[in-house]
């Protein structure tokens, strides 16, 4: 049956709509501005985890990488989001910190794609996501070992006991491999899917860190 999985990809629906038209000439002069509008919109409809999104990275041999993180700010520092720099990310990023961040917000049909460079804020602010996580999220954090190979579940059970016995004898404890990044964009699209594939899309980019924004449409 070397066709049955293509038809049944086949079969299922994508960007089916009805989609409400968008007036990209009226988003904001900022992609700050516009992200924030789209994300208020994609709340509204009841979007599971609007503030779910794809960090892509490339390791030391220019390999890409990637996976979903959660958004913890946007500001004119651009998009936050917490992780460990002992990770592998987290060391793909230290190595090379150009990364792309992609939202998709399906009932909307709506995608938003950042490229840009990632740097760490700094220790305070890094300390204070830190500290606002869950008690079970900053134990999980703990033993420094995320993405590493697990030969034996029960150094995972070892490693989670010491951590949470750490974290209860010193509860401002925060590890230093703990890293707060803003993304600082230098290209933002705002895709808006259309069911007659004709989808409108605006692209935000500027030539110097500190320069205007200039907003241009791009073909489908
Ligand atoms: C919905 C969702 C949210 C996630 N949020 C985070 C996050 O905020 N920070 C994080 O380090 N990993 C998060 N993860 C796990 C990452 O996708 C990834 O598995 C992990 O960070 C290891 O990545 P690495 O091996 O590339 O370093 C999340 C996964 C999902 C599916």
């Known amino acids: 049956m070397p066709d049955a999985v293509k038809q049944r990809l086949r079969a299922l629906k994508s960007l089916e709509g009805p989609f409400e038209p968008v007036d990209l000439a009226a988003l904001g002069e900022t992609p700050q501005a516009a992200f924030l509008d789209w994300l208020e919109a994609a709340i509204a409809a009841g979007i599971a985890e609007p503030h779910a999104m794809t960090l892509s990275t490339v390791d030391a041999a220019g390999r890409p990488d990637a996976r979903v993180l959660i958004l913890k700010n946007v500001d004119e520092r651009g998009w936050h989001f917490a ?3 002992a990770s592998p990310k987290g060391r793909q990023i230290e190595a090379e910190p150009a990364v792309a961040l992609t939202f998709y917000w399906q009932t909307l049909g709506r995608q938003v794609r950042i490229r840009g460079r990632a740097t760490a804020l700094d220790a305070a602010d890094c300390g204070q ?3 606002a996580r869950s008690p079970e999220a900053r134990a999980g954090m703990l033993p420094g070992r995320q993405s590493q190979a697990l030969d034996n579940p029960s ?5 989670m006991a010491l951590a949470r016995a750490r974290l209860a004898a010193d509860p401002g404890l925060v590890p ?3 890293r707060v990044y803003a993304v600082a964009a230098e290209e933002v699209e705002f895709w808006q899917g259309a069911t007659d594939r004709l989808h409108g899309r605006l692209r ?5 860190a500190e320069g205007p924004w200039r907003k241009e449409r791009l073909w489908p």
């Open 83 to 85: 992780i460990s720099a």
């Open 129 to 131: 996501d830190f500290l």
């Open 155 to 159: 150094s995972l059970d070892a490693a």
């Open 176 to 178: 230093p491999a703990w």
């Open 204 to 208: 935000y980019r500027r030539q110097a």
